[in-house]
């Protein structure tokens, strides 16, 4: 039997994949790669047929599908808090990209698919435990999403005759799931807090309960759910059977793991269902499903794996606990000799996101250092963004936490100046996980700023035009009084955040002599700025590109001034190179108001499309209570007078570059779907 694993480069995908070749399967797999990682395939590499590809292109499936007896379709974007921030995403991949697998296995002959559904389908169904002839009552787009694949493999299955099969996994955990990912797992989420000395956040009271399901036990589900007859159109639930509260799972990990710090709460998600228990029955009578490890057993071997690998991972180009690709991953130099200047061997902190893959190429192109070292875990920033510069001998990547206090250090010992631009980004995302966004921008700039300080290292601080708060009169100055909202709205969880920032890189100035500056960036837009959490420019050129209406929040005539990142990389390797930026704030800006509906017509015009645009309350895109600013203008005659950096670069100019960045990325799509076809 030849089996296809959608998503077979990910977490369960991988241990799936293994298993099957394992009991005498070939095994082909098809991964995009968003967040399966070849890692994962690593003991199997050689022996997997692997296709990279996307579901949500059917002739991807089609090529991958053909010749394969069955389907296990796993590949999704996962997370209910992901669903919420970029609910068309989810869709396309969840609901449209399961679409196509059927159509392909139906096609090309598959005669079975199983499909990996989730417990969140069940939302609101308040009984418990949750058996498969509840009423589904999602609430979240991820459970719809879901849900909708549950109902296109109950129709393939009547009206074409396809065994598909739904499996609707509790709350899966073990080896190799990704403990840094924006939008990780509890269980991984808590024992990698644990293990690097900071307190797990559980949000909500930590009362609510769920049925944590060890992988091994989802791996025999589905192995027997490609070989039992006679059950196309069945739905089953894979879980234990038995459930345990955050408190309870939190304490538990704490005292496997050893450690003395107590979790801390945050406010309640949006989405997240108060109790998650499996009724396990069908899947016992109908599959001879029995799970065969206990949560106590899962959570010890779950924490021996990341333990293990921690104490593996003592190299700085691996991301603790997951191993990149060895081909995408470069040494660092040797560290060169000390007589050489200082501030030419450079650490970017965030430098696979949009500014710093900027930054990169702007000290490559001018030949401003003999060594740049990129750190980035990648949760929001893409290794696709660098890559093109990897294989020069002065460039390396590091993946890796700016919040790994020993990683950091480790590569301060080799620097002389590092742009300290790892974040959270987006203000959809700083609105949905307020507490997320405060812890990592904090201790990240604790452990840049104490490692710095400690060998010596230049620090240039990336702050934002945020922290001026409800400031609105024009042409802000670097002195002028930060006015912020109440921390008790999310909105202001960026500025707080940002300020605590700036107040350190001033105290460790002030108290222990370090050389470093901070810098308020003011919408800064251009190529490989993501749409996901809330850019605005890059929002409207996908969508105008697309056709679809430009959504613009709120009435459209709150101002920005935006600035073309190549200016603002301009300003940055100035400030590098000044002595006399140590100890000072600098705003880095264009001059220009310009309101977001006019944007939004611009946008329109240069891409010559036929959208609308569309006007959608503040309340829908981020909740009631939102605050939002009418306009901040900076002054900038600080950064001129220091380095007579000016703006060279229009916004149209900035709308055209990313206008083209996404027609090629397009072109891209569509000649990757030629080849395969």
């Given at each position: 039997m030849?089996?296809?694993?959608?998503?077979?480069?990910?977490?369960?995908?991988?241990?799936?994949?293994?298993?099957?070749?394992?009991?005498?399967r070939e095994v082909r797999v098809i991964d995009n790669f968003a967040t399966g990682r070849r890692s994962n395939l690593a003991d199997v590499i050689e022996d997997v047929d692997l296709i990279e590809g996307d579901i949500r292109n059917l002739e991807d499936l089609r090529e991958a599908v053909r010749g394969c007896d069955a389907v296990v379709h796993l590949a999704a974007v996962p997370s209910v808090p992901r669903s919420i921030a970029d609910p068309l995403t989810?869709?396309?991949?969840?609901?449209?990209?399961?679409?196509?697998?059927?159509?392909?296995?139906?096609?090309?002959?598959?005669?079975?698919?199983?499909?990996?559904?989730?417990?969140?389908?069940?939302?609101?169904?308040?009984?418990?435990?949750?058996?498969?002839?509840?009423?589904?009552?999602?609430?979240?787009?991820?459970?719809?999403?879901?849900?909708?694949?549950?109902?296109?493999?109950?129709?393939?299955?009547?009206?074409?005759?396809?065994?598909?099969?739904?499996?609707?996994?509790?709350?899966?955990?073990g080896p190799r799931q990704d403990p840094q990912s924006e939008y990780a797992a509890v269980i991984p989420r808590f024992i990698w807090a644990y293990r690097h000395g900071e307190p797990p956040?559980?949000?909500?009271?930590?009362?609510?309960?769920?049925?944590?399901?060890?992988?091994?036990?989802?791996?025999q589900a589905n192995l027997a759910a490609l070989e039992v007859q006679a059950i196309g159109g069945r739905v089953y639930n894979v879980a234990c059977g038995d459930r345990i509260t955050l408190n309870e799972l939190a304490d538990s990990l704490r005292r496997e793991i050893g450690c003395e710090i107590e979790a801390m709460h945050g406010p309640e998600r949006p989405g997240d269902v108060r109790h998650s228990l499996a009724d396990i029955s069908r899947a016992r009578a109908e599959l001879g499903y029995e799970p065969a490890v206990s949560l106590e057993e899962g959570v010890r071997?779950?924490?021996?794996?990341?333990?293990?690998?921690?104490?593996?991972?003592?190299?700085?180009t691996v991301m603790r606990p997951i191993q990149l690709a060895p081909s995408r991953v470069t040494e660092p130099a040797a560290s060169p000799v000390a007589s050489r200047p200082r501030g030419r061997r450079y650490l970017i902190t965030g430098g696979a996101g949009f500014i710093g893959s900027h930054l990169l190429e702007g000290l490559a192109e001018r030949d401003k250092a003999e060594r740049i070292v990129i750190l980035d875990d990648l949760s929001t920033g893409r290794l696709d963004n660098v890559e093109p510069l990897l294989g020069a001998d002065r460039v390396s990547f590091v993946h890796g936490s700016v919040n790994d206090a020993e990683l950091v250090d480790e590569l301060m010992h080799d620097t002389d100046t590092c742009v300290h631009l790892a974040s959270a980004v987006g203000v959809q995302m700083i609105v949905?996980?307020?507490?997320?966004?405060?812890?990592?921008?904090?201790?990240?700039?604790?452990?840049?700023?104490?490692?710095?300080?400690?060998?010596?290292?230049?620090?240039?601080?990336?702050?934002?035009?945020?922290?001026?708060?409800?400031?609105?009169?024009?042409?802000?100055?670097?002195?002028?009084?930060?006015?912020?909202g109440p921390p008790s709205k999310g909105r202001w969880t960026y500025a707080i955040a940002k300020s605590f920032g700036e107040a350190l890189i001033h105290g460790y100035h002030r108290q222990r002599g370090a050389d470093a500056t901070v810098v308020r960036l003011f919408n800064t837009v251009g190529p490989r700025q993501t749409g996901l959490y809330g850019m605005v420019l890059p929002r409207f050129v996908r969508q105008a590109l697309a056709g679809e209406d430009l959504t613009v929040y709120g009435s459209g005539a709150q101002t920005r001034c935006f600035t073309h990142v190549?200016?603002?990389?301009?300003?940055?390797?100035?400030?590098?190179?000044?002595?006399?930026?140590?100890?000072?704030?600098?705003?880095?800006?264009?001059?220009?108001?310009?309101?977001?509906?006019?944007?939004?017509?611009?946008?329109?015009?240069?891409?010559?499309?036929?959208?609308?645009?569309?006007?959608?309350?503040?309340?829908?895109?981020?909740?009631?209570?939102?605050?939002?600013?009418?306009?901040?203008?900076?002054?900038?005659?600080?950064?001129?007078?220091?380095?007579?950096?000016?703006?060279?670069?229009?916004?149209?100019d900035a709308i055209d570059?990313?206008?083209?960045?996404?027609r090629a990325r397009l072109a891209a799509v569509d000649e990757s779907i030629t080849d395969v076809a």
């Open positions: 030849r089996v296809l694993v959608t998503g077979g480069a990910g977490f369960i995908g991988s241990h799936i994949a293994a298993r099957l070749l394992e009991t005498g989810s869709h396309e991949a969840n609901a449209t990209g399961t679409l196509n697998v059927l159509i392909a296995a139906r096609d090309e002959g598959a005669g079975r698919v199983v499909y990996a559904s989730s417990s969140s389908v069940y939302g609101l169904a308040a009984e418990l435990p949750k058996h498969e002839g509840l009423t589904p009552l999602p609430i979240s787009p991820y459970a719809v999403s879901k849900l909708a694949g549950e109902g296109y493999c109950r129709t393939f299955w009547h009206v074409h005759g396809l065994e598909a099969v739904a499996l609707r996994y509790f709350n899966v955990f956040v559980i949000f909500g009271d930590g009362e609510q309960s769920r049925d944590f399901t060890y992988v091994e036990n989802v791996v071997r779950t924490v021996e794996y990341y333990v293990s690998a921690d104490d593996a991972s003592a190299h700085p949905n996980e307020p507490l997320d966004t405060l812890m990592r921008s904090v201790r990240g700039s604790n452990v840049v700023m104490h490692a710095a300080s400690r060998h010596d290292v230049r620090v240039l601080f990336s702050s934002t035009s945020e922290v001026y708060g409800k400031q609105s009169h024009a042409n802000l100055t670097e002195q002028d009084d930060l006015v912020l190549r200016d603002t990389v301009a300003a940055l390797i100035m400030l590098c190179e000044s002595r006399e930026a140590s100890g000072r704030t600098f705003n880095i800006g264009g001059s220009t108001p310009m309101s977001i509906v006019e944007l939004a017509r611009k946008v329109i015009e240069r891409a010559e499309s036929d959208s609308k645009i569309l006007l959608v309350p503040y309340e829908d895109a981020y909740g009631t209570g939102f605050e939002e600013l009418g306009s901040r203008r900076p002054d900038t005659t600080a950064l001129r007078n220091l380095t007579g950096w000016q703006t060279h670069l229009t916004v149209d570059d990313v206008i083209a960045f996404e």
